[in-house]
């Protein structure tokens, strides 16, 4: 597959336990954000999203947070399944476009 | 399956050849975006298209041109390509522009 993620930061979980990667995200006026999932050998696949008007918003088994304050945005997997094992990366929107941060490789551990 | 597709999957190329990478959705989506990603960068945005035969810059756009004849199809070419181009090319569409993008598979190019 793509050698995407051999500089990431990694997070190894157990299979059945939570699992929570973090995103510092850099634009204060950003409004928009958005949590990717990028498996190995293939394109990114949107997630959850979440507007700045909003703390929270909950998916099926995923949850994402929002602190403005610190620039800080979280994504929380409920019961981690070895499906989830991929790179998870936050996008925020600025301006017209999007800035991706580098993401995390999630590694669900049997 | 986003609907979108890219050609090729794989390309290896020498310095100073021109490469043309292609990207075809099927969403009939107004815009369209081109982003390299390489170890520890986050995805880069190369050009984007907000119609057809109306595309702008990116970020990283030194080295790339793009064309866009057809909604559904938007090309990317580096006109003489350099070592440092070596990457992994995404395209992605939206509807909208400011919402979420759908990602094709990607295009590993490497140049010698």
């Known amino acids: 597959g793509e050698s995407v993620g051999l500089h990431l930061p990694t997070l190894s979980v157990q299979e059945g336990d939570n699992s929570i990667i973090n995103c510092a995200y850099s634009?204060?006026?950003?409004?928009?954000f958005i949590w990717y999932k990028q498996e190995s050998g293939k394109g990114p696949q949107f997630i959850i999203d979440?507007?700045?008007?909003?703390d929270k918003r909950q998916g099926q088994r995923v949850t994402v947070l929002l602190n403005k304050t610190v620039k800080h945005l979280s994504l929380q997997i409920a019961a981690t399944q070895p499906g989830d094992s991929a790179v998870y990366f936050c996008a925020e929107l600025y301006g017209q476009n999007f800035v991706f941060g580098p993401g995390t490789r999630l590694s669900v551990l049997p | 399956d986003a609907g979108i597709t890219q050609s090729p999957r794989h390309k290896v190329t020498e310095t100073g050849t021109p490469v043309t990478l292609r990207c075809h959705q099927t969403e009939n989506h107004r815009y369209m975006y081109w982003y390299r990603q390489d170890p520890g960068h986050g995805l880069r945005l190369i050009h984007y298209?907000?119609?057809?035969?109306?595309?702008d810059k990116g970020e990283v756009s030194d080295g790339y041109s793009v064309s866009r004849s057809k909604t559904e199809d938007f090309l990317l070419t580096l006109e003489s390509a350099t070592s440092s181009q070596t990457s992994v090319y995404f395209c992605a569409h939206s509807s909208r522009g400011q919402d979420e993008q759908f990602f094709g598979p990607g295009t590993r190019l490497t140049v010698l």
């Open positions: 979440i507007r700045s008007n909003m």
């Open positions: 298209s907000y119609g057809v035969k109306d595309t």
């Open positions: 634009n204060s006026a950003s409004d928009y």
